[in-house]
């Protein structure tokens, strides 16, 4: 179990896009994923979306340059304690130098999504994460690749 839960936060540690005015580096997206641009910045917001072509899993991008990082990590906790969500993982990290925070939850009764939430600090705005996948696959090879490749090794671990 402690080997999953590292993988999971090596994996997710990562998690970044800088789509927003300024970025360092683009994030490539998993290999061999699908690629869809949802919505394009004229109100200071994107998101892109990788879909996997042979399971359920997505990972989604939002950069937002008018939500702060300290806002959207509020967010999430209150959220989640409005809606009695408990954290597998609940910590700080960095990401290619910047602040960031990984959040773990599950949602679901019989079957269960988990997903992981990192939170990255860009500038006075903020990339948002998100990482979903059924309860019982594996933290994705090619998501933990783009993630690296992104990220760099996490600290804060």
């Known amino acids: 179990m402690r080997v999953y839960r590292l993988a999971i936060v090596l994996g997710c540690a990562l998690l970044a896009l800088p789509v927003a005015a300024g970025a360092a580096k683009a ?11 949802v919505a394009q910045g004229g109100s200071g917001r994107t998101q892109d979306v990788w879909k996997s072509t042979d ?19 509020g967010v999430i906790k209150k959220n989640a304690i409005e809606n009695k969500t408990r ?13 960031a925070h990984l959040f773990e939850m599950a949602f679901g009764d019989s079957k269960k999504t988990l997903f992981n939430v990192t939170v990255i600090a860009d500038g006075t705005g903020m990339e948002r994460i998100t ?3 059924p309860d019982g696959n594996k933290f994705s090879g ?3 690749d ?5 990220c760099g090794v ?4």
């Open 87 to 99: 954290f597998g993982l609940d910590k700080d990290l960095t990401c290619d130098g910047r602040k």
């Open 142 to 144: 090619d998501v933990k």
């Open 146 to 150: 783009a993630l690296t490749s992104f």
């Open 55 to 73: 399971s359920a899993e997505v990972v989604s991008v939002i950069a937002d340059t008018s939500t702060s990082f300290d806002d959207a990590v």
């Open 27 to 37: 994030f490539s997206g998993p290999s061999g994923w699908n690629h869809d641009i």
């Open 154 to 157: 996490p600290s804060g671990s």
């Open 131 to 133: 990482y979903s996948r």
